[in-house]
């Protein structure tokens, strides 16, 4: 099925946050251009928290005073991309951080300390000195993206145990399982895909044959990727066309691909990477001429329809993601946080400081566990113990207009069991939710 790029009937995107750059930021202590941040701070804008946020804040989670922490110090890790192509995301996702920050401390919890290294958007050698800097001041707790900077800080998060929650790139396929290290949103493109191809077979059942772009993670990593997308599309009916390109992390030169692309064209394409890639893909794919098939995609950000010069509004971008926005985040928290976010930053927060947001309050339930027992909050081993005597946490995703949303962690795989879904279209400066589903394709519904 070859259409021409006038009469594409949705676009595309592509994963969570990679590239790399700047030789030496990789161990600078840094949060929203300070070194350390902690509840008692100045915020980055805005003034301090609404006077009554740490009153609804800790009725929200529920929080016993006797355990919150007030008049305690806690240090916290972020190892984030704030150099090179993701450093959108470090930005976000610390803006995120800073915010739950003040709003614990509003809610009578404990000053938190934040050190912010850079991992400069996927390089594993800044990823592995950041935890050598955060092991030596005896962080006991970390937030994390790329899940653990591609696998390179895996190993030091295990050894040190050093409790992690990434909600970046949750724990990706590889990932799986690791000692210390949760994920804590869906996994990209895999948990995405089966809720994605519903929405095909139920809007465009003509189309039968998928083929694949990826980023390139080495192996075992991309085989891994492979086998459980095409197992997931089988399962949903579809074909494989026999097209599986890979290609590198942060790229923007699609030459060599589109025509290895257009020399095997599927009905539809899967496109899974990350950052400003998929807007340079979608660019250089509309601009390519001749015949070209509809892409899915699994995330949207501002740097990306940045790249992608025009290319998402004129032609729409069709994306399968956990997405966050005022339609999805109906719940008590959700609300909260939308309108802290606003007075703090003047902006529409992303999911990645709805997930950001949501861990360090995580963080904090977990602390008041560990205090309950009369632990010792510096410790990782108790704060992961603690975590893993109920693997679920607060979240501004799902539940009700009256009731908070939690998410789950499976205890064998460490990755979400539950994390609601869309497949939303971008088009005209307009985002516009198509579909919701949860994990795996569950609860699937046209919007």
Not at 6 to 16: D, E, N, P
Not at 65 to 71: D, E, M, T, V, Y
Not at 107 to 113: L, S
Not at 141 to 160: E, F, H, I, N, R
């Amino acid at each position: 099925m070859t259409i021409t790029g006038a009469g594409l009937a949705f676009g595309g995107s592509i994963l969570a946050a990679c590239g790399g750059s700047d030789d030496d930021a990789g161990s600078t202590d840094t949060s929203s251009g300070t070194d350390e941040t902690s509840g008692s701070g100045a915020p980055t804008s805005g003034g301090e928290p609404a006077s009554d946020v740490g009153a609804q804040l800790a009725e929200l989670l529920g929080v016993d005073a006797a355990n919150a922490g007030a008049g305690l110090t806690w240090e916290l890790g972020s190892v984030l991309a704030l150099t090179g192509p993701g450093s959108f995301y470090g930005k976000t996702m610390t803006n995120g951080t800073n915010l739950a920050v003040k709003h614990i401390k509003a809610a009578g919890g404990p000053d938190i300390n934040v050190t912010t290294l850079d991992h400069k958007s996927g390089d594993a050698q800044a990823g592995v000195d950041a935890m050598r800097d955060l092991i030596a001041k005896g962080v006991p707790a970390k937030l994390a993206s790329y899940v653990d900077d591609l696998g390179a800080m895996l190993p030091q998060t295990a050894q040190s145990k050093m409790f992690t929650l990434d909600g970046g790139g949750g724990t990706s396929i590889f990932g799986q399982g690791q000692p210390y290290f949760y994920g804590t949103r869906a996994i990209t493109p895999n948990d995405a895909l089966p809720g994605a191809l519903k929405y095909l077979a139920e809007t465009m059942p003509e189309a039968k044959s998928l083929g694949y772009i990826v980023w390139d993670l080495g192996e075992p990593t991309n085989t891994q990727i492979k086998d459980d997308l095409l197992a997931k599309a089988e399962a949903e009916g579809f074909e494989f066309n026999g097209l599986y390109e890979t290609y590198p992390v942060g790229a923007s030169d699609y030459s060599t691909l589109i025509p290895k692309i257009k020399a095997n064209l599927p009905d539809v394409l899967i496109a899974y990477g990350s950052g400003q890639d998929p807007g340079h893909f979608s660019s250089q794919w509309y601009t390519s001429g001749g015949d070209l098939c509809p892409f899915i995609g699994f995330e949207l950000t501002p740097d990306g329809v940045n790249a992608a010069k025009g290319a998402y509004d004129e032609y729409g971008f069709t994306f399968a993601a956990d997405y966050f926005d005022e339609n999805v985040g109906v719940n008590p928290l959700a609300k909260l946080f939308l309108s802290e976010f606003r007075a703090e930053y003047g902006e529409e927060p992303d999911f990645y400081a709805a997930n950001f947001y949501e861990n360090t309050l995580a963080m904090w339930d977990v602390i008041r566990r560990v205090l309950a027992k009369g632990g010792d909050i510096n410790s990782g081993e108790e704060l992961d113990a603690a975590f893993q005597e109920d693997l679920s946490a607060a979240s501004v995703y799902g539940g009700d207009e009256s009731t908070v949303g939690r998410y789950e962690i499976d205890p064998v795989t460490h990755s979400v069991i539950r994390r609601p879904m869309g497949i939303f279209q971008q088009k005209d400066g307009e985002i516009t939710p198509l579909a919701y589903f949860d994990i795996n394709g569950d609860d699937f519904r046209l919007a």
